[in-house]
């Protein structure tokens, strides 16, 4: 398996992908938008109130990234995300690979011996 960590201090904060995550949001409530940043009241979000509203935005990202890394730490054990098999032991691997390979060797020498003893008796 693999361990990975989620939430708490463990976060990092990536201002440009936090920050257009959030400006996404926003811009799908169109209304709220004008209300907010639309200082001259023309309906149209021009170039320096878009500044305005990416100022706020970066504000509130760095908020939020702070509130989160408040909440509990989560340790997960998954799926290895190299494709490894998913294998939980409390010693190395290597020795237990092992094992599963004379166990496999141990299991074809017994399928094809039962399937001999098949063919005798069969025939």
């Known amino acids: 398996g693999e361990l990975r960590t989620r939430g ?3 976060m ?3 201002k440009g992908v936090e920050v257009s995550k959030l400006l ?3 811009k799908k409530d169109r209304r709220w938008m004008q209300e907010e940043f639309d200082t001259n009241g023309d309906g149209k979000i021009d ?3 878009w500044e305005v509203a990416r100022a706020r935005a970066e504000k509130v990202s760095l908020q939020l990234h702070h509130e989160r890394m408040q909440d509990p730490v989560n ?3 998954g799926q290895p995300s190299n494709g490894m098999p998913f294998i939980i032991a409390d010693k190395d691997p290597t020795p ?5 390979r004379v166990l496999a060797c141990v299991n074809l020498v017994v399928a094809a011996g039962c399937f ?3 063919c005798v ?3």
């Not at 237990?96 to 599963?100: D, H, R, S, V």
């Open 47 to 49: 170039t320096g109130e």
């Open 75 to 77: 340790h997960v054990i």
């Open 96 to 100: 237990l690979g092992n094992a599963f």
């Open 121 to 123: 008796k069969l025939f």
């Open 8 to 10: 708490g201090s463990q």
């Open 116 to 118: 001999a003893w098949f």
């Open 24 to 26: 996404a949001f926003w």
């Open 12 to 14: 990092q904060y990536k």
